[in-house]
Each structure stands twice: as structure tokens, then as C-alpha cells.
């Protein structure tokens, strides 16, 4: 297995010993940019199994997962905790550097009120907020998110600036925000659950407020991307789909809203700007 790695440039190989390169480095756990919890993540069996299944997706448009387990997949995750423990930490590594970018590229100032529709832990919202110190925020997510997101705010110093609120974003937002935020969020859901999450962000907001999504764009062209990959397997494990810019241009429309810019960062997501119509 060294060996196999050496090929492809995980290690290198001299007179039968074995050294990490700077791609191996990325199989530490400590070091800035490691995909040690992303490659356990997927190499999980149960990606196996899915994948076996996939040409049902590809007939139906129906995600294998359930089929191949039994089950949907946050479902699985939630009855599975060394598998969902596994996910988490993936998850959370592959969005470490996010929310800097985010910050870096888009200009949050004039804004008063942020509201992260699905904020998870509140990466995100308190790297805006830290940025912006006079701009006030809301994280909303479901009920059993929001202990583990209480204490991210409070540990970040944002109690006092940030309001937790637990909620369906099937059923409503909260209202009053003048930038609404969903990161990461619609790609996990087809056009029609979608279009619903964004309707009724839409109902929320003002006429003045903005919606922005992060989330990646897969580009024109044959060129290899992460998104295409990433497209495969939310299909096969959700039912969502990663988009093109044409396809966010046609669900916002449907949703009541004007994209007016797409915003590359740093990172592997950009940031859709929505403006109501």
C-alpha cells in the first residue's frame, strides 16, 4: 500500500523506507489543510454501498442511499454516532476555511442584521459579525443543532450580538433580517424542496434585503471540477445537486428573486447574490 501511495505521490520511497510529501502532509491531523477526516469520511462502507445502487439514482433521479441502507441518510448518521462523528469532523474541515474567504470577498458593511438560514455551528455568521462589529446576526437552524451553536456564539464573544432561534426552514425564517445567508444549504435538496427553503426566505425579507448563497457553481465546459463529482454524489445521496449558474439563475427566479452577481472566493464555494424581484 506505501508503495501504491508513493506512485501517486502520497510518500516517496528510497532504499525501502518511507517519507510523508507535502500532498501526505495532508494525512496529519494537525496540519492546516488536512483532508485526514475528509478521507475517512469517505472511505466509510456505506458510500459503497450506495455507489452499487447508483444506477437506480441515474433512472429514477432518486437518491440510492435510502435503497442500499434502509434508511435516509441524516437518518443513518443520526442512529450510526461513530459514522456521524466522522461526517461532522469531514464537514467541518472541509469548511474551516469558508468563512474567511467569504469575508475577504464580499462586503458586508451598511448591513445591520444578518440572519444564517441552516448556521450549523456559526462559523460563519461570527467570522461576518467579527468582521462588521456594529451588524447584530440571528443562526437559525433545527432545535437539536442549536445547544452546540449556543455555546460556538458564546465562545466567539457574540452572545450579546447574535440570537439563536430554532425553527423549520420548510415551514418559515425569521423576519427582519437585511441579509439573509444559506451556506451550503440548497445544494443538499431538488428544485421543488428548494425553491420552498427560498420562497420562504423570501416571504422574511424586505425589499431591500439580500439573500446570498454559498455554495459551489459548477462552470461551463468539460474541464474536470470538484462540483461534478460533488453533483454524483448528492444525487446519489440526497437527491440534491450541485448547479451551474444558469440553473441558480432559473431556481431564483422561480423563488422570487434576481441573481444579480456571483462572487468566486478562495475557497471551493462562491456567494450567489439574490435580490427580490
Not at 37 to 59: D, I, P
Not at 69 to 89: K, N, R, S
Not at 184 to 207: G, P, Q, T, Y
Amino acid at each position: 500500500m506505501l508503495r501504491l501511495l508513493s506512485s501517486v505521490g502520497v510518500f516517496t520511497e528510497a532504499r525501502g523506507q518511507f517519507a510523508l510529501t507535502p500532498l501526505g502532509e495532508c494525512l496529519r491531523s494537525s496540519v492546516p489543510g488536512s483532508m485526514r477526516s475528509w478521507l475517512r469520511m469517505l472511505g466509510l462502507k456505506v458510500w459503497f454501498h450506495t455507489y452499487a445502487e447508483a444506477l437506480h439514482s441515474l433512472r429514477t433521479g432518486e437518491p440510492a442511499f435510502a435503497r442500499s441502507v434502509g434508511m435516509e441518510f441524516f437518518d443513518y448518521l443520526a442512529t450510526h454516532p461513530q459514522e456521524g462523528e466522522i461526517f461532522d469532523a469531514a464537514m467541518s474541515d472541509f469548511g474551516r476555511g469558508v468563512p474567511a474567504a467569504v469575508v475577504r470577498e464580499y462586503d458586508f458593511s451598511g448591513l445591520a442584521k444578518i440572519v444564517d438560514v441552516g448556521g450549523g455551528n456559526g462559523s460563519l455568521v461570527s467570522a461576518i459579525l467579527q468582521a462588521n462589529p456594529r451588524m447584530t446576526g440571528i443562526l437559525f437552524d433545527q432545535p437539536h443543532v442549536i445547544d452546540g451553536a449556543r455555546r460556538s456564539i458564546g465562545d466567539a464573544g457574540l452572545a450579546g450580538r447574535c440570537d439563536i432561534v430554532a425553527g423549520d426552514f420548510f415551514r418559515s425564517v425569521p423576519a427582519g433580517g437585511d441579509v439573509y445567508v444559506l451556506r451550503r444549504i440548497i445544494h443538499d435538496w431538488d428544485d421543488d424542496s428548494a425553491e420552498k427553503i427560498l420562497r420562504n426566505c423570501r416571504a422574511a425579507m424586505k425589499d431591500t434585503a439580500r439573500l446570498l448563497l454559498v455554495e459551489t457553481v459548477i462552470p461551463p465546459g468539460d474541464e474536470p471540477h470538484p462540483g461534478k463529482l460533488g453533483d454524483f454524489v448528492m444525487l446519489t445521496a440526497l437527491g440534491g445537486q450541485e448547479r451551474t449558474a444558469e440553473e441558480y439563475t432559473q431556481l431564483l427566479d422561480r423563488a422570487g428573486f434576481r441573481l444579480s452577481r456571483v462572487v468566486s472566493t478562495a475557497s471551493p464555494l462562491s456567494v450567489l447574490e439574490g435580490v427580490p424581484r
